[in-house]
């Protein structure tokens, strides 16, 4: 805790390519390596325009977390905006939703991260392969913020690589035939591709959860979410583009794993399916750092145990925040089946999104000229817009689920603070 404080308060580590890092590494995961056959099934070669139009609706919200990251320097990201601009109470719900979401996502990396780790080692069963990455990042996350972010950007540098491989050596054999037809299906699958492909980069929110330990956060925080976003946009472009040249659409939308089958015409098969493995490793990473932060921002906060809240005095991370992160994630892992749950777990990201959208508006019209407002506010408008259509897209039974999932945050915020007004009262002689 720094001096003069009432309130534990997290050390600026990072800086604007640790910030950079993070983002990349919880956006390109796993989900390069799968979507892009799905989608391409869907939209045909037209799927390049879905990854530009899905980019170009991920930067709409991304420009209301720029801003209310550089407003908010603090942890817990979508948390902190809810709580200073919205309501305490539904400030505690975006950060209950936003949780769930990511320990799901999270979950799901992992287990991708075994499947991929028994293919290679049979011996291996997959389930104590996730098992084995998510007790490791959290070790890592735990031994300190900027040795976990060096771990990051090693593996990030590394899976980057491997698709920049994958594209300089697939880009020359790409047959331009494969483009001929290039609506097969027609518009409106685009569009829908675009919904799915939306999904490959709803990472880059976990930069502002971090925005405490950044350095000159009012900086660093925009310009890395913007960075992230962008530097991913032409990867997954460059690698669609590669992918489909490389096998033509149909015969990509039929397979489980594309970018897999697609460098298997290279001879790059087995250095692709380490690049899935580091995908996912960072995946995990950067979840269970992100989680952690709002864990401890709730908590210091007063809205769920204040223990969760105390910085470790030699490594200043918040070790229970990161163990009990880590420690429902081993639980999901070992015991549920997380399919089932995966669009649930998109419902809570766009959820986030959508009052994401309306604090930024509040703090526009609120703040007005005094703050950088990052094309305001036509960005959160269409931001919030492009959010609704995602999350109702979802279907009617998920929607149920999420409201659920959105319910219990509430009984959680009131009933806790019912009770903690109880013990605040001095009791009579």
């Known amino acids: 805790m720094e001096k003069g404080q009432t309130k534990p308060v997290l ?19 796993a989900g390069i390596f799968v979507l892009i056959g799905i989608a391409s099934d869907m939209a045909g070669p037209a799927v390049i325009f879905s990854i530009m139009v899905s980019g170009m609706s991920a930067i709409f919200t991304a420009l209301s977390f720029a801003m209310l990251g550089a407003a908010f320097p603090k942890a817990g990201g979508v948390y902190e905006y809810g709580h200073e601009l919205l309501s305490h109470s539904l400030g505690f719900v975006l950060g209950w939703t936003w949780i769930f979401g990511n320990i799901v996502m999270g979950a799901t990396a992992s287990l991708g991260f075994g499947y991929y780790l028994s293919s290679a080692f049979s011996i291996i069963p ?46 020359p054999k790409v047959s331009l035939s494969n483009f001929e037809n290039l609506f097969p299906h027609g518009i409106i699958p685009v569009f829908q591709a675009a919904g799915l492909f939306y999904f490959a980069y709803i990472g880059f929110p976990r930069i502002s959860t971090v ?7 009012e900086k660093n925080i925009p310009l890395a979410i913007m960075l992230s976003l962008s530097i991913s946009t032409i990867i997954y472009l460059l690698t669609s583009i590669t992918a489909l040249g490389l096998m033509g659409y149909e015969t990509l939308g039929d397979s489980p ?10 001879g790059l098969s087995g250095i692709v399916e380490a690049g899935a493995l580091l995908a996912t490793f960072s995946v995990v990473l950067t979840s269970i ?62 959820f986030t999104h959508i009052f994401t959208n309306c604090s930024a508006l509040k703090l526009y019209n609120s703040a007005g000229r005094r703050i950088k407002s990052y094309f305001q506010p036509f960005s959160s408008i269409l931001g919030l ?13 998920i929607i149920a689920w999420g409201i659920f999932v959105c319910s219990t945050g509430f009984l959680w915020y009131f009933t806790y603070k019912k009770l903690r007004e109880k013990e605040s009262k001095p009791r009579e002689l």
């Not at 030699?314 to 749950?341: H, N, W």
């Open 257 to 266: 794993t594309p970018i897999g089958d697609a460098a298997k015409l290279l």
């Open 126 to 171: 997959f389930k104590i392969g996730a098992l084995m990455l998510v007790l490791i990042v959290a070790l890592l996350n735990i031994i300190g913020v900027k040795q976990a972010a060096v771990v990051n950007n090693l593996i990030v540098v590394m899976k980057i690589g491997v698709l920049l491989l994958f594209i300089l050596m697939g880009l």
């Open 289 to 350: 750092m992100g989680q952690s932060r709002v864990f401890f921002a709730m908590a210091r906060n007063g809205e769920i145990p204040q223990f969760l809240s105390k910085i470790h005095e030699k490594l200043e991370t918040p070790a229970y925040s990161i163990l009990l992160s880590g420690a429902i994630m081993t639980t999901l892992v070992l015991t549920v089946d997380i399919s089932s749950l995966a669009s649930l777990g998109s419902f809570c990201i766009l």
């Open 11 to 29: 050390k600026r580590k990072l800086g604007l390519w640790d910030a950079v890092s993070i983002g990349l590494g919880a956006i390109i995961g």
């Open 385 to 397: 817009l492009m959010s609704i259509v995602l999350t109702l897209s979802l279907g009617i039974s």
């Open 211 to 217: 925005a405490e330990e950044v350095k000159e956060p």
